[in-house]
Every structure is written in C-alpha cells, then in structure tokens.
C-alpha cells in the first residue's frame, strides 16, 4: 500500500476563529488582495485594526481566465504580498490562481489543464488565506482553482502542490446567515465531494475515513441546516463535512459526477452543487451497473453499500438504496432539474465528449463508455 497525502499548512476550525485572521496575515505580510464575494467587511476590519493594508476583489460569479489576469495585475499595481479568499469556492478559488500568477508570472493558460498548455508551476504560490463562508467546496485545503475559459467552453484547473493555502480558517458562524437554496446547492457539492473520492480509484486509509465521518455528518445535518440556517451543531457539522470533503478530493480525486459538473459549469449558467446533485444519483446507478457487468469482484461495489448504510442508517442498506436516499434528499431540498438551465438532448454528443476526457472522470471507479456517459445525462435531465 502506497499514498501520500497533502494539504495546508494549517487549518484553524470552529467557532469565532475568522477572529485570528489579522495576527496571522501579519505575519505573512503587510498589503492583502482580498478577493471576496459579497461578505466581507468583518474580516476587512479585523484586518485593518491588526495593521494589514487591504485591496479588495469583487467575485461575483465563478473564477474566469480574465478574472485571474485582472487580480494577479491588481495585486501587482497595489504592492499586495499577501492573499485572501473569502467566500465560496468561487472567491477561494479565485484567490488561489492570483497568488499562484503572482508568484510565478505568466497567463493562466500557460498553467491550465485540458485547454492550456499545462506547464508546472515552479515557484511557491505568495502567501495565501482561505476563509470560507458556505460549507460545500472544500476548497480552503485543495491543490487547484478552477477557472472557467469562456472562449473553449469549460472550466478547467490550474493544479500544483505549490497552491495549498498557508492557512485555512473555517468558521461555522460565517455560514449562518447562508439562504436554503444555497446552503442545499453547497451542501450537496460536499456530499458529492464524499462520496465520489471513496469510490474513486485513487481512494487511500485518510480519504476513507474523512469520507465515512463527512458522509454521517451530511446525513445527520444537511437537512436541518437547510431548514434551521441559525442551527449551530447542524452548522458545524457541515462546515466540518465539506473540509473532509476538499482534503479527500484533493488526494483522492473525483468521478463523473464533477466530470460533467465541470463540463456544464464552462458552456451554462448553473451552480455547480445543483449541477452535481443532479448528477450524483445517476452517475451512481450507472457506475454499479458497469462494474457488476465487467467487475464484478470490485471492492468498490462494497464500497457503495457502505454509502448506503452510512447515508440511510441501516446495516441492511443496499447500494441502490443510497441511490434513493441522495434523489430523495434533492428533492427535498427542491434542486432544480438540469433543464432548468437549457440542457436539452441536442447538447449530449458535446457534453460526452467533453466529459470523458475531463480530469474528474479519471477517477471515476470505472471506465465509461460514451453509451453509458449519454445514458447519465437521460437519467439526469
């Protein structure tokens, strides 16, 4: 048995921690880009009354390729030594590219998987601060920030060990005041980012067990949070489910649930926790039917009856019955169909193909054929 693991250089959770943010910035350095969605002003103050000088970012939807070259220029014009991402994965992974751009120059698309020339980067990101505020992307303790690239069509990842954050701050009360659509939209993400690294091919011993603990913690209080926003122990409890979620991610990888996440992300307006939720279901199904006609002896037909047990409570739970229990948890939780956002059929033979070369499909537990692809997105639409 061979795995290695790697994450941030340190994590700070619970309640009240967002209040050490200005000590630790200090020490990093003393002029912070803040790249923010649209809740910031406390850190903003604890920030300025601990001496740090701030510039801030607005992200006000997912990352773009411009959006990175914008911010890397910003920091540079400002003399910033130091970044923040405060917010969803979007502001966090925004963030993540600046520092790295900042410290390695450049265009993203020198760095980008898939749809840029994918060279390494070879220096350190500069100094980098997560802080999220919604409990779903996990993306406070991840090695990649994806991007979308408006002129091909799809988001894509600028990856390196160099881009774990310095530190990441995860505070359950700065997810209190998140609205149902999006603590359900988020929620889901996680849920989908336990799961998919426990089947995924690349799973070790530490993913495993993040993925168990995180996948109980969703099942005892995704629901409550959604309808409770001010339940703390619910609040916690997720805040905690989505860092197991980036740390099994971002060791262990994903499947074809984020694969064409991933795809939709770059060609429609949709969020991505809705997007995977809707997918999960049914890359689940189609993945135990692939395996039990070409695999039958793989462990990872096991590994679905334990996410069944651990989701429905039940020893005696079988694999389909997670199945239901995630389609029943989405529709409770009201998430919206794909055609909400003009996914039609006339997409499938583009999002096929573009889904099977993703690098979240390169995990999944198993090879998909273009027929079983096409036959998710029937399932999922």
Not at 110 to 121: A, I, K, T
Not at 290 to 310: E, G
Request: glycine share 10%; aromatic share 4%; charged share 15%.
């Amino acid at each position: 048995m061979r795995f290695e693991f790697a994450t941030a250089t340190r994590i700070s959770f619970g309640p009240g921690t967002i209040k050490g943010v200005g000590s630790a910035a200090r020490e990093m350095g003393r002029r912070a880009l803040v790249a923010t969605g649209r809740r910031s002003g406390p850190l903003l103050a604890i920030l300025q009354s601990a001496g740090v000088d701030t510039v801030t970012l607005t992200v006000s939807g997912e990352p773009t390729t411009d959006l990175a070259r914008a911010g890397t220029a910003l920091a540079r014009e400002t003399g910033c030594d130091l970044v923040i991402g405060c917010g969803g994965g979007s502001a966090i992974d925004a963030g993540k590219a600046i520092a790295a751009l900042l410290a390695n120059g450049g265009d993203p698309l020198d760095y980008l998987e898939v749809v840029g020339r994918g060279q390494p980067l070879t220096h350190p990101s500069a100094p980098f601060i997560a802080i999220p505020t919604t409990a779903g992307a996990g993306a406070e303790v991840t090695r990649n920030a994806v991007l979308a690239s408006p002129e091909h069509g799809v988001k894509a990842s600028l990856r390196s060990p160099f881009m774990l954050p310095r530190l990441a701050i995860v505070d359950p009360e700065l997810t209190y005041s998140l609205p149902p659509d999006i603590t359900a939209s988020t929620g889901l993400d996680a849920l989908t980012q336990l799961i998919e690294p426990f089947t995924s091919i690349r799973a070790n011993p530490l993913t495993d067990a993040l993925c168990r603990e995180g996948m109980g913690c969703v099942a005892h209080s995704l629901r409550r949070a959604y309808e409770r926003g001010n339940d703390a122990v619910a609040r916690e409890e997720m805040a905690l489910a989505s860092l197991f979620g980036g740390l099994a991610l971002a060791n262990a990888g994903l499947g074809a649930a984020h694969g064409f996440a991933s795809v939709i992300g770059g060609m429609y307006t949709a969020p991505h926790g809705a997007v995977c939720a809707a997918f999960l279901p049914a890359v689940m199904a189609v993945n135990l039917q692939a395996l039990r006609a070409r695999q039958p002896q793989s462990p990872v037909l096991r590994r679905y009856a334990d996410v069944a047990h651990i989701l429905t409570g039940r020893t005696d739970a079988a694999a389909e019955d997670g199945i239901r229990w995630v389609q029943e948890l989405s529709a409770a939780l009201r998430v919206p169909a794909l055609a909400t956002y003009g996914i039609t059929r006339a997409d499938f033979a583009t999002l096929v193909e573009k889904t099977a070369v993703a690098s979240s499909t390169k995990a999944n537990p198993v090879a998909l054929t273009g027929d079983e692809l096409q036959q998710i997105l029937e399932q999922a639409l």
